[in-house]
């Protein structure tokens, strides 16, 4: 049945909706607390964040040119900070 499985969609659009739906929700009344500039920088990182989480929980191998934009990043990061 593949796509046209009902139970599969409806599955994909709870775990699309509500866990992303909560996360901005929440991600909205955090950011009145800092400033832009502070703000912009921790959204940046995600990336980052996202990469080492893979690293660590499921074990991935980052490829050079995956490292070198990680490095940018940080180095933007730090720039900014400045």
């Known amino acids: 049945r593949g796509w046209r499985n009902g139970t599969a969609w409806m599955i994909l659009f709870y775990s699309a909706l509500f866990p992303g739906t909560i996360a ?3 991600q909205q009344k ?3 607390f800092i ?3 502070e ?3 921790i959204l ?3 990336p980052i ?3 080492t989480m893979a690293i660590v929980l499921l074990g991935e191998q980052l490829s050079w ?3 070198y934009g990680g490095c940018l990043l940080i180095i933007g990061s730090l720039v ?3």
């Open 65 to 67: 040119q995956e490292s």
């Open 80 to 82: 900014s900070g400045l």
């Open 49 to 51: 964040f996202t990469a």
């Open 39 to 41: 703000s912009n920088v």
């Open 24 to 26: 901005d929700i929440l």
């Open 30 to 32: 955090a950011q009145r």
């Open 35 to 37: 400033p832009a500039s």
């Open 44 to 46: 940046s990182m995600e």
